[in-house]
């Protein structure tokens, strides 16, 4: 509909379906939104999770980032800690592991990853207590998130296996922090043996691994929290969340990416790209196989969003309720 003054009107219709939409997709920008719109419109609708008419649909699938914005203002304005640092620097291998300067990268594919562990301690980090590893690629943004009972060596490696498989593209560098879960002689032998480039950061500078360090916040704390966590059961239900998480992550949130720096005096202007899902920069890679994009496809045409997230909640509510507030 157009008003008076010639401009686009929108009517109840569009503007509840819109808030529904940015709720399952997070809270995300008026950019992120509109970006991840297509894929989360075709799905819920495939499933019936939205009724709107063609009319309101249409709308919603031209918006804009600036009138989605304007059009959640009000229930933006209506829903108006830091994490205890465990990782101790290691000294195994620290001479044979260089430091990424960004040389030894090529962080134009994907392949290239930045890996870390978050710690579920609460206020204290004595005792054994679970772990998330976190792994998150570089170029396209694919984050894959896995709990381990503890930081011992032999538990984050074979997580790290597992997550390896799950990729939608072969492992092809590795950066780390100091840590020496990750600073060890397997880990070491295994990229080697695979051809695998393998860096670690400079000690103490957590700036050295920024993408790893976002989804830290994003992905794990955002959706798990600050409590401690210990034991197999909780092991298990937060392993189960993760696996909703990542088909969630991947496939429908769209991310932003710096893709350069310019200076102006005292002021950076940054520029990015237009945000963009890990999902659809994967498959605008040229190097991706056909088999695995279509793969990835059919696993986007089976998943329901809106099933996700009553999965997802149902999940959290149990985990929740094994978290320890204040650590022991």
Wanted: proline share 4%.
């Amino acid at each position: 509909m157009v008003n008076a003054a010639g401009n686009q009107s929108y009517g109840s219709d569009v503007k509840i379906a819109l808030e529904k939409v940015w709720g399952y997709m997070d809270h995300a920008s008026g950019q992120r939104l509109t970006a991840g719109m297509d894929d989360m419109l075709t799905a819920l609708m495939r499933y019936k999770e939205l009724d709107v008419t063609d009319a309101a649909l249409a709308l919603l699938h031209g918006l804009s980032p600036a009138t989605a914005d304007r059009l959640l203002r009000r229930i933006r304005e209506r829903t108006g800690l830091k994490g205890k640092s465990t990782t101790k620097p290691g000294t195994l291998l620290k001479r044979n592991i260089p430091i990424r300067l960004g040389t030894e990268w090529e962080e134009n594919k994907p392949g290239f990853v930045e890996i870390d562990l978050v710690a579920h301690c609460g206020d204290t980090a004595s005792g054994d207590y679970l772990n998330t590893l976190d792994v998150t690629d570089i170029f396209t943004g694919w984050t894959e998130t896995q709990t381990v009972i503890n930081k011992a060596q032999r538990h984050v490696f074979a997580a790290l296996r597992d997550i390896e498989g799950r990729l939608p593209f072969p492992l092809l560098g590795i950066d780390s922090d100091n840590g020496s879960e990750f600073i060890n002689d397997e880990l070491y032998r295994y990229c080697m043996g695979r051809g695998i480039c393998f860096t670690r950061s400079r000690p103490y500078m957590k700036n050295d691994s920024c993408h790893v360090e976002q989804k830290n916040w994003h992905v794990v704390r955002r959706n798990i929290g600050y409590d401690r966590y210990e034991g197999q059961r909780a092991l298990c239900i937060m392993n189960k969340y993760y696996e909703l998480l990542r088909l969630f992550t991947n496939f429908f949130l769209p991310q932003t990416k710096l893709i350069g720096k310019s200076r102006d005096g005292a002021h950076v202007h940054k520029y990015y790209e237009i945000p963009k899902t890990p999902y659809q920069r994967v498959l605008q890679t040229d190097s991706i196989p056909g088999e695995t994009k279509a793969k990835l496809n059919s696993i986007l045409a089976s998943l329901n969003p809106a099933q996700l997230k009553r999965d997802m909640l149902l999940l959290q509510d149990s985990l929740w309720q094994l978290g320890i507030p204040n650590g022991r």
